[in-house]
């Protein structure tokens, strides 16, 4: 089923996930939808990114948009929406099925291994996607999907945010929304001076040593001004309560005024008293890829762990001279 706004993969038809708007939560339905923001511009990247979007910009062998889905589906997500512009067209073909004519360059070339990782990517997870439209903004892309996603909690993040970690970043957010029933978002333990200039930080009363029971965030407040050492890193595991909020938080939007999840949406939540938690996600590493600095970092980081060129690219690095 096509049209101009909205790709439904039939997965999701057979699936049954279409229908139902906002109901009330409940706390023991599994998480298993995750939608990705993929509809900015990428202009820090331009003129690449012209034709090419920068969640297709690749991490050696694979685009950075695939490490992120290979992360949730293995947290166990099954269903993922990804929200796209226009000149997002290039991200359905990538996790669309396998060409013909790919698959028979492929079979002649006896490169059995490569056809079978090609062939994987389409089968990862149900996928969907849907154009952005309306208020530009974070909050945009999750009022869009709220047919989709109905009354199951669910995860939303942005496509050039990449967090390794072990356990599974995900799975860990996942752990604290079964145990608490609330909403969650993945933080990092800042220690440096320069990183409470960089993150929001979460307050709130500590549940446990790395659980914080939230009950306000600070954009990048200074350490002086900081209600902890929790920094809130991408994305967020959220209620189907946050349709409410969004609804209102969208109606007492001023002309002209941009939609942000945390100030028009996640604020009311906490003033509200809705459940929402920060939680630290241990064993983990943050890859920011949405500018140049950092995504040259990532790419050497990830060709280090590469087993197909990490020894090669590491005698490179040393044999490389600077002024």
Avoid: W
Avoid at 39 to 57: H, N, V, Y
Avoid at 192 to 198: G, H, P, S, V
Wanted: neutral net charge; glycine residues 8%; proline residues 5%.
């Amino acid at each position: 089923m096509r049209s101009k706004l909205v790709v439904v993969s039939q997965s999701f038809h057979r699936a049954g996930l279409l229908g139902a708007g906002t109901m009330s939560f409940m706390s023991k339905k599994p998480v298993r939808k995750a939608v990705i923001g993929a509809a900015g511009f990428g202009t820090r990247f331009l003129p690449q990114t012209k034709a090419m979007p920068k969640e297709m910009l690749p991490l050696v062998d694979k685009p950075i948009i695939q490490y992120i889905v290979e992360e949730l589906v293995r947290a166990g997500i099954e269903d993922i929406v990804i929200v796209t512009g226009y000149h997002k067209r290039t991200i359905e073909d990538h996790f669309d099925y396998i060409s013909g004519d790919l698959r028979t360059n492929l079979e002649q070339g006896k490169k059995q291994e490569l056809l079978e990782q090609t062939q994987k990517i389409s089968s990862l997870a149900n996928f969907v996607y849907v154009r952005q439209k309306g208020v530009y903004g974070t909050a945009t892309p999750v009022q869009n999907v709220a047919h989709l996603i109905g009354d199951e909690p669910f995860i939303y993040v942005f496509a050039d945010d990449v967090i390794i970690a072990e356990p599974n970043c995900y799975k860990q957010m996942m752990d604290t929304h079964y145990e608490t029933g609330g909403s969650v978002i993945p933080c990092i333990r800042l220690t440096e001076d320069i990183e409470f200039t960089r993150y929001g930080v979460v307050g709130g009363k500590h549940v446990s040593p790395d659980v914080i029971r939230m009950d306000r965030i600070i954009e990048k407040p200074g350490k002086a001004n900081a209600p902890s050492d929790f920094g809130a890193v991408g994305g967020y595991l959220l209620t189907p309560d946050v349709f409410d909020y969004i609804d209102a938080g969208l109606n007492s939007l001023k002309p002209g005024e941009e939609f942000y999840l945390t100030d028009s949406v996640i604020q009311p939540m906490l003033a509200a008293g809705q459940k929402f938690y920060g939680t630290l996600i241990k064993n983990s590493r943050r890859y920011d890829t949405g500018n140049k600095l950092d995504y040259l970092k990532t790419m050497v980081d990830f060709a280090l762990r590469n087993e197909d060129v990490k020894d090669d690219f590491k005698k490179y690095l040393k044999s490389l001279k600077f002024d």
